[in-house]
T-cell receptor, first 114, second 115 residues
Framework: DTGVSQNPRHKITKRGQNVTFRCDPI?????LYWYRQTLGQGPEFLTY????????KSRLLSDRFSAERPKGSFSTLEIQRTEQGDSAMYLC????????????FGEGSRLTVL | AQSVAQPEDQVNVAEGNPLTVKCTYS??????LFWYVQYPNRGLQFLLK??????LVKGSYGFEAEFNKSQTSFHLKKPSALVSDSALYFC?????????????FGGGTRVLVKP
């Protein structure tokens, strides 16, 4: 399978705990995006990388959230001191830099904060 | 700033009938427009895009969309809906002048095709 891979697919945690999600993009894609989707809503942009550089962060990304892409391949999204409002589906997508390419999405990591 | 509106939360249609899902957008420059579909517990799947050229764009699974610049719309259509088309549909826009491929999504429209 050469699609975008995310894990874990589901994570249940208690409020205050830290969680980390991993995304492996399509190998030839140098852009990687994180989105958040809550129930009944469209995906909301969080951040994106071009290779290892984080080029843009949304205001939605509070200081409890941090994303990395250390070698320009996989990426991690960490949420510290989770709150119930963090419960959502976290979607990762990748694309080529060139042209007008669409984003290719993974199946998402669903977070439930109790 | 860029934004997308999908005015219908849900569209119900009988199998075999035409399906239309509405989308309007707002961008400063020229728009790049996309439609995605999401099945339960799955990621978003790309259906089609408009970048430039012919206003009628054909995509996967028999879907098409018509770009209308004067109405700032990009409605998704299918001539004959199938029960398997029941899913959540998202319209997305990107300003052609913006750096990166960051997309802004609408709130989604749930399509229910009844046999």
């Amino acid at each position: 399978d050469t699609g975008v891979s995310q894990n874990p697919r589901h994570k249940i945690t208690k409020r205050g705990q830290n969680v980390t999600f991993r995304c492996d993009p399509i190998s030839e894609h140098n852009r990687l995006y994180w989105y958040r989707q809550t129930l009944g809503q469209g995906p909301e942009f969080l951040t994106y990388f071009q290779n290892e550089a984080q080029l843009e962060k949304s205001r939605l990304l509070s200081d409890r959230f941090s994303a990395e892409r250390p070698k320009g391949s996989f990426s991690t999204l960490e949420i510290q001191r989770t709150e119930q409002g963090d419960s959502a589906m976290y979607l990762c997508a990748s694309s080529r830099r060139e042209g007008t390419g669409e984003l290719f999405f993974g199946e998402g990591s669903r977070l439930t904060v109790l | 700033a860029q934004s997308v509106a999908q005015p219908e939360d849900q569209v119900n249609v009988a199998e075999g009938n035409p399906l239309t899902v509405k989308c309007t957008y707002s961008v400063s420059g020229n728009p790049y427009l996309f439609w995605y579909v999401q099945y339960p517990n799955r990621g978003l799947q790309f259906l089609l895009k408009y970048i430039t050229g012919d206003n009628l764009v054909k995509g996967s699974y028999g879907f098409e969309a018509e770009f209308n610049k004067s109405q700032t719309s990009f409605h998704l259509k299918k001539p004959s809906a199938l029960v398997s088309d029941s899913a959540l549909y998202f319209c997305a826009v990107r300003d052609s002048r913006a750096a990166g491929n960051k997309l802004t999504f609408g709130g989604g429209t749930r399509v229910l095709v009844k046999p």
